[in-house]
């Protein structure tokens, strides 16, 4: 059975720096970086745990086209990914150690687990926590 995975793509336009910060400050690790033209990055891939997003400059013409960045539509967002991180605390405290922009403080979340919401330096906002929708809950029963 062949697996199925979603991997958000995003647009930053320095999208070298924002890898660099991502992995600090947030813990994604470089899985594939493609140099573009004049230091763009034509495509990256970076890992966390089991997930990866994908990333680039935004130099093609279809991305022109179909993506924002955040800075210009007034910091709003069409999509903000969530990610699963086993230690909420510590990953938190690097993460706004490193910068992050806290949206929303680390919290007891009513559905399980510690979450939290930060916004990275082109304006993007990412949510973490520990509550695991794949995993059994009160919510989630067997």
Known sequence: MTKSTIMPCLVYRDASAAI??????????????????????????????????????????LMREIAAFPKDIGGRQT??????VPDPDTHYATAVNAGALVVRPIQEE???GKGYSLKDPEGYIWHFGSYDPWQESELNPP
């Open 79 to 84: 999509q903000t990914p969530y990610i699963v």
């Open 20 to 61: 660099d910060w991502l992995c600090r400050a947030f813990g994604f690790s470089k899985h594939l970086v493609v140099p573009g033209e004049a230091g763009a990055i034509a495509h990256a891939q970076l890992t966390f745990g089991d997930g990866m997003i994908m990333l680039g400059s935004g130099q093609g013409e």
């Open 110 to 112: 009513d559905y399980g």
